[in-house]
T-cell receptor, first 111, second 111 residues
Framework: GQSLEQPSEVTAVEGAIVQINCTYQ??????LSWYQQHDGGAPTFLSY????GLEETGRFSSFLSRSDSYGYLLLQELQMKDSASYFC????????????FGGGTRVLVKP | NAGVTQTPKFQVLKTGQSMTLQCAQD?????MYWYRQDPGMGLRLIYY???????DKGEVPNGYNVSRLNKREFSLRLESAAPSQTSVYFC??????????FGSGTQLSVL
């Protein structure tokens, strides 16, 4: 089966940097994705890593280490609008297109 | 280009009633998914479909059935609703570059 672990909550102030870690266990890792979800809304795609290293998209970056079964999402120059839940997700090649999500990390940005 | 269209947005059922949640995507994606999300929780996979004519169980399939009617449409049916199925349901489709696109969700209450 698959399992993903991420912290439940993180609080930071505007302008700060937040790192959300995700560790996973899966028998046939294919790739790690990150999604953002505001209260009452649907999740939206942020980033995808299939290979080791850092992917940067504006203020958000995502990192993957396949050997450590670990990744993180880095939120820089935090803004109030970044207050949301963030989910990591893995696709398992041995389970076809099964895509499993972690429990989510709630990020609260304070003024 | 509507993306993923999910209906209805809200539904109240009595225990034992049945209903079908409809989902359609216009992005020509092969893979489609149904998730449920309970308050403050992550997304749990109910069923998924890798392509037209195929469906597979996810983490929490009990009490649900699905139909991949064609490439566009993937419906979720509750044959005999139970209070434990009170949740927000999201349909999603996956692009070839690993992005999941979500519908706006269905808030279901079973009394």
């Amino acid at each position: 089966g698959q399992s993903l672990e991420q912290p439940s909550e993180v609080t930071a102030v505007e302008g700060a940097i937040v790192q959300i870690n995700c560790t996973y266990q899966t028998s046939g890792f294919y790739g790690l994705s990150w999604y953002q979800q505001h209260d009452g809304g649907a999740p939206t795609f942020l980033s995808y890593n299939a290979l080791d290293g850092l992917e940067e998209t504006g203020r958000f970056s995502s990192f993957l280490s396949r050997s450590d079964s670990y990744g993180y999402l880095l939120l820089q120059e935090l803004q109030m609008k970044d207050s949301a839940s963030y989910f990591c997700a893995v696709r398992d090649r041995t389970a076809g297109n099964k895509l499993t999500f972690g429990g989510g990390t709630r990020v609260l940005v304070k003024p | 280009n509507a993306g993923v269209t999910q209906t209805p947005k809200f539904q109240v059922l009595k225990t034992g009633q049945s209903m079908t949640l409809q989902c359609a995507q216009d992005m020509n994606h092969n893979s489609m998914y149904w998730y449920r999300q309970d308050p403050g929780m992550g997304l749990r996979l109910i069923y998924y479909s890798a392509s037209e004519g195929t469906t597979d169980k996810g983490e929490v399939p009990n009490g649900y059935n699905v139909s991949r009617l064609n490439k566009r449409e993937f419906s979720l049916r509750l044959e005999s609703a139970a209070p434990s199925q009170t949740s927000v349901y999201f349909c999603a489709s996956r692009s070839e570059n690993e992005k999941l696109f979500f519908g706006s969700g269905t808030q279901l209450s079973v009394l």
